[in-house]
């Protein structure tokens, strides 16, 4: 069973027991809940009477148990309505927009422009109270939230492809709204649900309290609150049952909500620490290595996991490539294959739901020393990011802050020093950035993709950082502004000496323009490494040669063409990853996975039959 | 700034207009005579001529759209009509209780935010650990407990028990000062106990989200220390979602101290509206839904000022 599944079973079961007990009060054998006995007045607990007597001597262990079934069939009651009306209103309003959308979802929000309770006082004023009265003014409460939540649902389920499948093939309105859209709606309308019946309670006993609620002499927890104020300090624990009763039912049924919701939709409240304040992911072992030969980057035997549910999966596995000073090498590799990661783990910057198995980084800096950066403490890594290391991200609308000024986030990755705004400008007009005093000044909000990538570059570079890793740098950008950027990377490796580059694409005809060696990445492993010419002319794995054969010549095209899709991280083939969807595959190939080896200087391959290919 | 502002006026001024208009018509088209329900109270069939009286005095024999306008215009000129009970002006009374509950809703408001605020960022940066748990768990329990049971709680430990503070009552600041903080701190403490915990979770959760985004990661991809991240990238993007919720409360609770009030015996206006609900005094009522309501969309005027101010984006919008 799921973890969020178990974790409900607790409030599930208490809740199932309290409406037990409200259902069963009448076959109990429980005291009249109210006859008044005046010789038993504010008696304490006993053998016939349980927890006491309350102000007219009646018991309170059954006024307890009929309060609930009062307190609960009137929240119960008041939010079918509100879920019915308001559901129906919200679909409604979201199937059909136009017209129907202003009458419904805009009335819901006029009524939501009023306080609650100032609503509940106002229906109570015009019916007078009563059960009936909460119900109905419980119900025209909590209405409008289902509508708004039903609405925003069904505008987002409207889209979706089935239904637009349905609409083609003809289904009516009312088989769509009901069959399909409905289902698909629901987790949240039953997490609203369970959340509405508590605020009903809530409200109820609060109104109930107030004397405007319940009418006595029905048992109602909200009045047997108001009834033992008058007497606490002669018996207290006449007010701390009713309380513990009422407090005890929200408590369980907003548990419930809490749980169904992190059972219903697994994203929501799980979050894990977060990762920079306590990085896990460093290994064991010393990093300082004065054996290895000196090199700018060298991965060897890098493997990442993730927990499954079935255990861990390993998203990259057993990867390794070197990128020399001065010389750019190109991650290339679908989606889904590992690449972004594997730059990602360099940094240190993993999300906290991945983790660094066993390999490698051997990183040399300024001073010589090589260390390995999987087992170097947080800390020292910290010291090497921007200033040694430093990373550009694929959308750079979101790897700028929306509320902080362009100039004071560049101005970040720069030692706090007098000039830091005149180097920041400088950095501007080093990447190209029109008006750079002005831009410095800006949000993010006012750069084009373009400028901001640019900005983000900026930063990047603000150290002359001897290693800079480009995750799809260009990916989120117009085809002209691709062309730009790719322009001012290619700039800079001629401008700043010895800057080594690893660059993440999916797009080959990107890596012929910009890199000096490829790695190509597949479902997690590096399937294939040489210099960019030689892999292009002469490819030694039949994943590298359909990539080529698909990309039409000098054309950005995704790479799309070759059939079948990457295995999914924990359905991996046993042999060969790439067998399934290989041309080449023999039988041998599903049964034993083949190693990277070396095939030339330089060169490496990770297929049994290469060979065969060349 | 300030084309974004007038905009957001208009709105404003257009909901209550839209509210005003809505009570009006939720009084006058409830099925029954506002005059034979107001005088039928007990069962007992109204006297005819008191009914035609009442309603000539209340206006209602006059056509629907006449009264509509009588009263809009008495509106514009701050003119809530005359007490059913005992022929006060309605806004006098307001005007008299108003600033009472308002100093409850803003100290508790407060209250709230200094405790709610801080304890949320660290339940959300120590997610999933001891520190969350408990914080997290004491808001839970924090948020099951109805205002009034806290309150009535708190009456009969600190009151009466304990003999620390009186069970409730007010006196004017300009009487004693002290005295009249002490007073407002046992109901704003009570108010502030559940919205504390509401500010907790909110902040938990902007907190956690924001963690999660790019800008945060492209900021440790410069070498930020994480004081400096928590500073710079975290808390004021986690602002929007607290700032919303607050003021959301802060207005669904300028109705929902009539509890509070009601409990210590505070004197503000939900105390006047029960007793208005009581009475059915329609005039009352009206004048106080209406008053409220406009607070509540001014509040919600301000949240989208704030907004401007903690986001450059939305000054553009
Ligand atoms: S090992 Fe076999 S299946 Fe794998 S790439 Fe080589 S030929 Fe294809």
Not at chain 1, 131 to 145: E, H, M, N, Q, R
Not at chain 1, 406 to 435: H, K, N, T, Y
Request: aromatic residues 6%; hydrophobic residues 50%.
């Amino acid at each position: 069973m799921r973890r969020s599944l178990r974790r409900l079973v607790l409030p599930a079961g208490l809740l199932g027991l309290i409406l037990l007990l409200a259902l069963a009060a009448p076959l109990l054998p429980l005291a009249d809940p109210v006859r008044q006995n005046i010789a038993g007045r504010l008696a304490l607990p006993s053998a016939n009477f349980w927890l006491g007597q309350d102000e007219y001597g009646r018991d309170v262990l059954s006024r307890i148990l009929w309060g609930a079934r009062v307190s609960l069939s009137v929240a119960l009651a008041a939010t079918i309505i509100a879920a019915v009306i308001g559901t129906l209103l919200g679909i409604l309003g979201g199937y059909f927009r136009k017209f129907v959308e202003l009458v419904t979802v805009r009335l819901a929000e006029v009524v939501l422009c009023f306080p609650p309770m100032l609503l509940a006082l106002l229906v109570v004023t015009l019916l007078g109270p009563g059960a009936g009265t909460l119900v109905v003014s419980l119900g025209i409460l909590f209405a409008p939230a289902f509508a708004c939540l039903a609405y925003a649902e069904t505008l987002s389920a409207r889209a979706l492809d089935y239904v637009t499948a349905q609409q083609a093939l003809g289904a009516g309105p009312g088989r769509i709204l009901l069959r399909t859209l409905l289902p698909n709606i629901a987790p949240p309308l039953i997490v609203q649900f369970s959340l509405t019946v508590a605020s009903a309670m809530v409200l109820e006993s609060g109104l109930s309290f107030l004397g405007l609620g319940v009418v006595p002499p029905s048992p109602s927890w909200g009045l047997m609150i108001r009834g033992a104020r008058a007497t606490m300090e002669q018996a207290p624990l006449l007010l701390f049952w009713p309380c513990l009763a009422l407090a005890g039912t929200v408590l369980v049924l907003n548990l419930f909500c809490d749980r169904l919701r992190d059972a219903l939709d697994p994203r929501a409240g799980g979050g894990g620490p977060a990762g920079f304040l306590r990085r896990a992911a460093a290994l064991p072992g010393p990093a300082l290595r004065k054996d290895a030969t000196p090199g700018l980057l060298r991965i060897r035997g890098l493997t990442l996991e993730i927990t499954g549910p079935r255990g861990p999966v390993a998203v990259v596995r057993d990867v390794g490539f070197s990128v020399a000073p001065g010389k750019t090498l190109a991650l290339v590799g679908e989606s889904g294959s590992g690449k972004t990661l594997t730059g990602l783990a360099v940094m240190g910057l993993l999300p906290g739901a991945v983790r660094v198995a066993s390999g490698e980084i051997l990183y040399t800096s300024r001073d010589g020393a090589t260390r390995d950066l999987l087992r170097l403490p947080e800390a020292e890594l910290r010291a090497l990011r921007g200033r040694d290391l430093s990373m550009v991200f694929q959308d750079p609308s979101s790897s700028l802050n929306p509320l902080l000024r362009i100039g004071s986030q560049v101005a970040e990755a720069l030692p706090r020093a007098p000039g830091r705004m005149a180097r920041v400008v400088e950095l501007f007009r080093q990447v190209g950035l029109p008006d750079p005093e002005g831009r410095a000044r800006a949000w993010p909000h006012a750069l084009s993709g373009g400028q901001r990538q640019r900005v983000m570059i900026a930063a990047a570079i603000a150290n002359h950082p001897r290693l800079l890793l480009a995750d799809e740098p260009t990916t989120a950008l117009d085809v002209t502004v691709q062309a730009q950027i790719l322009e001012l990377l290619a700039g800079l490796k001629r401008s700043e000496q010895g800057m080594g580059m690893v660059f993440v694409t999916h797009n080959l005809a990107v890596v012929a323009q910009i890199a000096d060696r490829v790695a190509v990445m597949y479902a997690g492993e590096v399937v294939e490494e040489g210099p960019v010419a030689e892999v292009f002319t002469a490819p030694r794995h039949p994943y590298t040669a359909a990539l080529i054969a698909a990309t039409p010549e000098g054309e950005a095209e995704r790479l799309s063409a070759i059939p079948g899709a990457v295995p999914q991280a924990w359905a991996m083939p046993a042999g060969c990853r790439f067998a399934p969807r290989c041309s080449e595959a023999r039988p041998a190939c599903a049964q034993t996975a083949p190693p990277l080896q070396s095939i030339g200087p330089g060169r490496a391959t990770r297929c049994l039959r290469w060979k065969e290919l060349a | 700034m300030l084309a974004f502002a007038a905009r957001r006026l208009a709105v404003s001024l257009a909901l209550v207009w839209v509210v005003a208009t809505l009570v009006f018509l939720v009084i006058h088209m409830i099925p029954g005579d506002p005059a034979e329900l107001l005088l039928a109270q007990g069962g007992v069939a109204p006297d005819p001529a008191l009914v035609a009286d009442l309603r000539e005095r209340l206006g209602l024999d006059q056509p629907l759209w006449t009264q509509y306008a009588t009263y809009m215009g008495g509106l514009l000129q701050g003119d809530f009509g005359l007490s059913l009970q005992d022929e006060h002006a309605v806004a006098d009374e307001i005007a008299l209780r108003l600033p009472r509950t308002l100093e409850l809703v803003a100290t508790a408001g407060l209250l709230s935010v200094l405790i709610g605020l801080p304890a949320g960022v660290l339940a959300g940066l120590r997610a999933g650990q001891l520190t969350d748990r408990i914080l997290s768990g004491i808001a839970a329990l924090a948020l099951s407990i109805p205002v009034f049971v806290i309150g009535t709680l708190a009456v009969l430990l600190l009151a009466q028990k304990l003999r620390l503070v009186s069970a409730g009552g007010y006196v004017p600041f300009a009487t004693d000062p002290l005295r009249h903080i002490g007073l407002l701190l046992m109901p704003a403490g009570t108010i502030a106990f559940g919205l504390a915990a509401v500010v907790l979770r909110v902040t938990r959760g902007a907190v956690l989200e924001v963690l999660e985004r790019e800008h945060v990661r492209a900021a440790r991809a410069r070498g930020l220390p994480a004081g400096a991240i928590i500073r710079r990238h975290v808390l004021r993007n986690s602002l929007t979602p607290v700032v919303t919720v607050v003021a959301l409360h802060l207005g669904a609770l300028l109705g929902g101290t009539v509890l509070v009030e009601f409990v210590f015996n505070w004197p503000g206006l939900s105390g006047y509206l029960v007793r208005s609900v009581e009475a059915r005094d329609y005039p009352e009522v009206m004048g106080i839904v209406l008053v409220v309501s406009a607070i509540f969309v001014l509040l919600n005027f301000l949240v989208d000022m704030l907004y401007a101010v903690i986001d450059p984006r939305v000054r553009q919008g």
